[in-house]
């Protein structure tokens, strides 16, 4: 199977997971894009989603889905999300979409985070996929260094500016064997918004796409 096939194999799958009446939280990204086009298809039996990209709601629109503002739901069932790389602690990698900030605040209010993937996402040790960093416009500079401080190598990702105004570093060079340490570091730098390390808050139920099926890692 083609990769994108595995992502909407995956996507669909998740469908099990969402309770009849809840609000769901739909994360971003092409696998996220199949989930929210499943979701479509029950869009009756739930209460509506919570989106954690502008992306994501012009999608959840285009379904007819109801949108809800973070601020008005006291936090979610499931959250439903992709991820850059996932660890066999279910740590991950995220904001290749550079919707990182608001998908670690869904994570956050979600009793269980559900993370979606095909086969190619498994890695050992996280940090072959470069580590996105969402920063003040104003900081770049000093958060690049303090980046290259810790070993890595910060590009600064062109022609992107965030949902929320901001820029993103992809962290090149790092192998990351104590994902929450560097999680911490990295969050206590002044100038970072978020970074793109799911260690604190990991996946809760991991579904992976591979040729044989769907694998459940709960
Ligand atoms: C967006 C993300 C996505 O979950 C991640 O980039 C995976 O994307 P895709 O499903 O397109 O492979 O973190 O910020």
Redesign the pocket.
Known sequence: MQQDEL?KAVAWAALDYVAAGTIVGT???????HFIEALGSIRDKIKGAVSS?EASSAQLKKFAIPLFDCNQVDGLDIYV????EINPQKQMI???????TR?KILAAIARKFICI?DAS?QVDVLGKFPL?VEVIPMARTYVSRQLIQLGGKPVHRQHVITDNGNLILDVHNLRISDAVALEDKINGIAGVVTV?LFARRAADVVLVAAAGGIKVIG
């Open positions: 992502k994360g971003t990204g092409s696998t996220v894009a990209s999300d992709g991820a850059d995220k904001g290749g979409g550079a919707a990182l998908e993937v996402k996105p793109g």
